[in-house]
Structure formats: C-alpha cells, structure tokens
C-alpha cells in the first residue's frame, strides 16, 4: 500500500485537475472495486451522478474526495482505498483506456478519473463525514489517528501513547491508530536515521528517543514527498502517471548487503510480520533481551 508521501502526491494532483469538477457519469467495470460499497456499483454510479468535488483530502494513507450536494455542509465523500497497486489518473476522456481501468468517471471539464487497479485490492465507497477530534473525515476513517505532516499533530500525545505500548517499536510506528501514515518503508528509514533498530521495545524508549524518532519520521516523508514519492516498479504514480524519485535517496531499505550510507557496514534483512525489515547492524544494534528497562 501507498504510504503517507505517495498518496499526498496523488491528492495534490486531485485537488488540482478535479477539485470543483462536477461528475457528469460514472462507469464501474469491475465489481471488486467497489465491494466496499455494499449497495453495489450501479447505486455508486447513481448516487455520484451530478455530485460536484468539493476537495481532496487525506489523513495518513487514507484519501478521500468531499461531495457536494448544494447543502449549507457536504455530508459525503468518496473514500478511495488504493489497495496494493491503485492507481488516480486523470486522462482526456477519449484517451485508449488502461487495461486495469475499473471505474471511469467523466468530469464537466471534459476529463476523465480513473481508477486503475491491477490486483483488485483497491476501490471506491461512498461514507458518510463525522467529526472526530475537531476535523470532519468519512466514517470508516474515523478510527485512524493523525499523521506527522497534519498542522494539529500533537508529538508529546503521540509520544505517550507510544510509551504505553509494550511493543517493538517497528509494530507501533506500523499501528495507524497511534500515528497513521507511515508503512515499511518509511518506518525502516525513519529507525536507520534515529539509530534505534526495530526490534527495541516501545516503552523501554525514553520519551526524548521517541521524540527524536518522530521528527525523523516527519523529516524522511517530508523528503520523499518534496520528490513525488517513492516508485519501485509501475505500480505507483501519480495522476499524470509520473513516478517518484525517492527510491534513489534509501538509506536501508531494499538495500540488503550494501554498505550503510553511515558507517559502511553491509544492510542487513530480516523477515518481518511477512515482510522484510532493513537495517545496519552496526548503527541499529538488535537488543540483547527486551525488558521495561528505560534506554537513551
């Protein structure tokens, strides 16, 4: 799945090419992508027919697009999973259509949204938009906890919570009810950048490591999204279609037996929750024994 910086990417380039469009048709080609809609495509298709895009908008992985419906405050949104391998592009309506393209939504302007989809994990759903915490988001999001590029995240909150977790440090980053956005790839940078290796348990980190540990979580996708993202393979672009170029700034991740760019020891892999986690033996040392002992 598209971590934080990826489906920023993509929002901006909504918020650019869609945002104040209205939504003349709507086309579903394939009924897995809309299974998170349980009326079932055509009532998707009916009940976005007419709808104009009040904005693009994200919080952590999750990326949505606000309806309105004319009312004094839009009530609705299209919530947009990405899955694995979806895909937002904006093409002319007449343009040849990609050979996973599952929805089609043809705009006032002439253009045409696609949802472009090739294992199917991802698709559309209409919800409905509740407050939570201050900020409006769509139902299904509203368990999800602020990101670090969020104006209102709170570090010493998030700090806390983490220091209640009697778990690896990795798993918490991952837990997008602690702090959302971040995925393996990023958490692995943000843990070789701190020096802390992802096996360290949450609450034996001292509260000034964990805060050190965020903010380099919020510096390594601050950078990735200055240069559109992390791409490696076709999977991921934006809604140009264009790839981002942060894969060629890794410090560990994917690069297994190549020096680390700190000390030159050679990037280690370890298997991971069915993953792989990267990191250097020599700046991220593997705890000895895990315990609640407190540790810089």
């Given at each position: 799945?598209?971590?934080?910086?990826?489906?920023?990417?993509?929002?901006?380039?909504?918020?650019?090419?869609?945002?104040?469009?209205?939504?003349?048709?709507?086309?579903?080609?394939?009924?897995?992508?809309?299974?998170?809609?349980?009326?079932?495509?055509?009532?998707?298709?009916?009940?976005?027919?007419?709808?104009?895009?009040?904005?693009?908008?994200?919080?952590?992985?999750?990326?949505?697009?606000?309806?309105?419906?004319?009312?004094?405050?839009?009530?609705?949104?299209?919530?947009?999973?990405?899955?694995?391998?979806?895909?937002?592009?904006?093409?002319?309506?007449?343009?040849?259509?990609?050979?996973?393209?599952?929805?089609?939504?043809?705009?006032?302007?002439?253009?045409?949204?696609?949802?472009?989809?090739?294992?199917?994990?991802?698709?559309?759903?209409?919800?409905?938009?509740?407050?939570?915490?201050?900020?409006?988001?769509?139902?299904?999001?509203?368990?999800?906890?602020?990101?670090?590029?969020?104006?209102?995240?709170?570090?010493?909150?998030?700090?806390?919570?983490?220091?209640?977790?009697?778990?690896?440090?990795?798993?918490?980053?991952?837990?997008?009810?602690?702090?959302?956005?971040?995925?393996?790839?990023?958490?692995?940078?943000?843990?070789?950048?701190?020096?802390?290796?992802?096996?360290?348990?949450?609450?034996?980190?001292?509260r000034p490591k964990l805060?050190?540990?965020?903010?380099?979580?919020?510096?390594?996708?601050?950078?990735?999204?200055?240069?559109?993202g992390t791409s490696f393979?076709?999977?991921?672009?934006?809604?140009?279609?264009?790839?981002?170029?942060?894969?060629?700034?890794?410090?560990?991740?994917?690069?297994?037996?190549?020096?680390?760019?700190?000390?030159?020891?050679?990037?280690?892999?370890?298997?991971?929750?069915?993953?792989?986690?990267?990191?250097?033996?020599?700046?991220?040392?593997?705890?000895?024994?895990?315990?609640?002992?407190?540790?810089?």
């Amino acid at each position: 799945m598209p971590e934080l910086p990826e489906v920023e990417v993509v929002r901006r380039g909504l918020a650019e090419h869609v945002v104040g469009h209205r939504i003349d048709t709507v086309e579903v080609r394939h009924p897995r992508s809309v299974r998170r809609h349980e009326p079932g495509g055509a009532d998707l298709a009916a009940r976005l027919n007419g709808r104009h895009i009040a904005a693009a908008q994200r919080r952590g992985k999750f990326l949505w697009l606000v309806l309105d419906d004319g009312s004094a405050e839009p009530d609705e949104a299209i919530v947009v999973h990405l899955g694995m391998s979806g895909q937002m592009l904006v093409q002319p309506a007449d343009a040849p259509l990609e050979k996973h393209a599952h929805i089609l939504a043809t705009l006032d302007s002439g253009a045409q949204l696609r949802f472009v989809d090739q294992r199917t994990f991802g698709g559309w759903a209409l919800a409905s938009l509740v407050e939570v915490d201050g900020t409006v988001v769509p139902e299904p999001v509203a368990h999800i906890a602020r990101d670090p590029l969020d104006a209102l995240f709170d570090v010493e909150t998030v700090v806390g919570a983490m220091r209640r977790k009697h778990s690896e440090i990795k798993r918490v980053l991952l837990d997008q009810t602690v702090v959302s956005g971040v995925g393996n790839i990023y958490a692995d940078e943000a843990l070789w950048r701190a020096k802390v290796h992802g096996a360290r348990l949450a609450d034996a980190l001292t509260r000034p490591k964990l805060r050190a540990l965020l903010n380099d979580v919020h510096a390594v996708m601050g950078e990735a999204l200055a240069v559109g993202g992390t791409s490696f393979d076709s999977l991921y672009v934006n809604v140009n279609g264009q790839s981002g170029y942060f894969e060629r700034s890794l410090a560990v991740y994917g690069r297994e037996d190549l020096p680390c760019r700190r000390c030159g020891a050679a990037i280690r892999r370890e298997k991971f929750m069915n993953r792989s986690s990267y990191s250097c033996p020599r700046c991220q040392p593997r705890p000895r024994a895990q315990g609640h002992a407190r540790t810089a």
